[in-house]
């Protein structure tokens, strides 16, 4: 056995191992074929991504160290003298050509393979002096470091279109590595492209996916990410909603509210969701998927009838449908488990007059969901492609006004995106299920329209924070996001009003545990 110094994110540590024990993060820039080159130079000429790759690879947390870039004989040869070796990073090129001599230049080594360049970061001096260490390529390289248990993370700048090359990489394993972040679309010299980071969630494809496995479980807890880059971790989306619940406990305004518990709000705000790679169900917490399923499925078939939840276990209107709430706004006539014209009747059926939650009302009134699917399929640059659920007509009727009162798509690039008005947000309990509904409704959608998703924004009118919520959210808040899952939706399902529950398949999702919040009603 040999022993080896190990360094991840900045903290050393001694292991007695075979195996090397520097871990690494691989940048690069590929097409959607994967080309990363030709005739040993980059076919493309994009400064936003020159920029983040000398900040991903050049920033350090502790200014007395510095990072480590590995690369093969090829792509130093690639590198215009002026700018090699590159500045203020270590530079590690492999080679076994005994005729290649630049050990004797400033800040570059030689090594013949990863595994004697690892070896050598991980003893002294390198293993106290360089914090991170970047794989660049080429091919060769890259072939072998993405395989390797040792690769913590990729991070790829993401090329939409295709180039002629002669150099090329394996495209990422998505059943080893799991999205950490990935940019909105970004166009520069006609090109469009993104940077997106993909995380190691598990040592090898063959490795169990299930849930209960335990070993897999504490991996994926305990290193919590931090090996990466401040400025790719703090990409992740999730901290658009951690830090505005954040925002509002500590600079909210106090406020009464309907149901006397009483609230901390801010008014006017947003938060930006790319469902291009990965679904936006939060992961500092565990969100109850299956409810967001069953109840955007019942809004999509027009039901007002909460018993129809209640049947399958969901029980996320009970409060709102209960025959002392009922009583309590006046509506002493309504059968308990009858919420009145609420957001399914609005979307299939406004405009039509309510009676109670076992009428049929097929035919009556203007069914909004299928207007924008219309829309989306053969007019999709119309401005109009909207849907409500606001009908102050209907108010009174309702045994809670709609809070997520409005939604408009947008179709461009082959993409659907969706933006929606929220008029009131429980920020706590209300706010993890409306992204994940929304973002659901968003890729129903394309899916039925042959698109791709795109975006989903979502404008908060008064987002507050329950004052009784206040302790299990400050909880919340130490717990680090994990990548988000993937969504799989069934390819056979091309009807919006065919979907059942199993028709959608959620990979990856390993929250946090369950964090209990008391819904005021």
Not at 47 to 75: E, H
Not at 141 to 161: K, Q
Not at 166 to 180: G, K, N, R
Request: aromatic residues 10%.
């Amino acid at each position: 056995m040999a022993t080896t110094t190990t360094l991840n994110g900045g903290n050393a540590s001694t292991m007695a191992t075979s195996e090397p024990q520097r871990t690494y993060q691989v940048v690069v820039a590929a097409t959607k074929e994967m080309g990363i080159g030709k005739d040993g130079k980059l076919p493309w000429n994009l400064p936003t991504d020159l920029k983040f790759f000398k900040d991903i690879t050049l920033t350090t947390s502790d200014s007395s160290k510095k990072n480590a870039v590995v690369m093969g004989r090829k792509t130093w040869e690639s590198i215009p003298i002026k700018h090699r070796p590159l500045s203020g990073r270590l530079n590690v090129v492999l080679t076994r050509s005994g005729g290649f001599d630049i050990a004797n230049t400033e800040n570059v080594v030689t090594c013949s393979s990863v595994d004697s360049a690892l070896d050598l970061l991980a003893a002294p001096p390198y293993c106290l002096s360089i914090e991170r260490v970047f794989v660049i390529g080429g091919g060769d390289i890259l072939r072998e470091a993405l395989n390797r248990t040792s690769c913590d993370a990729i991070h790829l700048t993401e090329i939409d279109t295709s180039f002629e090359c002669d150099t090329f990489m394996p495209a990422v394993d998505t059943s080893v590595y799991q999205t950490w972040c990935s940019s909105f679309p970004i166009s520069e010299n006609g090109l469009r492209f993104c940077f997106t980071t993909f995380v190691r969630v598990k040592s090898s494809a063959d490795e169990s996916s299930d849930e209960s496995n335990a070993s897999q479980s504490l991996q994926f807890d305990g290193k919590k990410f931090l090996f990466l880059p401040k400025m790719v971790f703090d990409q992740h989306e999730e901290f658009r909603y951690l830090n505005m619940v954040e925002d509002i406990i500590l600079n909210g305004n106090v406020k009464n509210d309907r149901t006397g518990t009483g609230t901390i709000s801010k008014f006017g705000c947003q938060m930006k969701f790319n469902l291009r790679r990965s679904f936006p169900l939060l992961t500092s917490k565990r969100v109850f998927w299956r409810g967001v399923v069953e109840e955007l499925l019942w809004f999509i078939s027009g039901s007002t009838n909460a018993k129809v939840l209640q049947d399958k276990g969901i029980h996320i209107w009970d409060g709102n449908a209960s025959r002392e709430y009922l009583d309590g706004i006046g509506l002493k006539e309504r059968e308990e488990g009858d919420l009145g014209p609420v957001y399914g009747f609005q979307w299939r059926h406004f405009g039509a007059k309510y009676t109670d939650m076992h009428a049929d009302y097929s035919g009556q009134g203007f069914d909004q969901l299928l207007d924008v699917i219309d829309k989306i399929k053969n007019n999709p640059d119309d401005r109009r492609i909207i849907m409500s659920a606001w009908n102050p007509s209907d108010l009174k009727l309702m045994a809670l006004p709609p809070c997520h009162m409005f939604a408009q798509f947008y179709v461009a690039e082959g993409e659907l995106s969706c933006q929606m008005y929220q008029r009131s947000a429980d920020m706590g309990l209300g706010v993890p299920f409306n992204i994940a509904s929304y973002s659901l409704l968003t890729c129903m959608l394309a899916h039925v329209c042959d698109l791709v998703t795109g975006d989903f924004i979502h404008v908060i009118g008064d987002a507050h924070v329950y004052k009784n919520h206040v302790r299990p959210l400050q909880e919340q808040l130490q717990n680090p996001p994990k990548p988000f899952p993937v969504l799989k939706i069934n390819s056979e399902k091309k009807q919006i009003d065919s979907f059942v529950a199993a028709d959608f398949d959620l990979l990856g999702y390993d929250p946090h545990k369950k964090i209990e919040m008391k819904m005021a009603v």
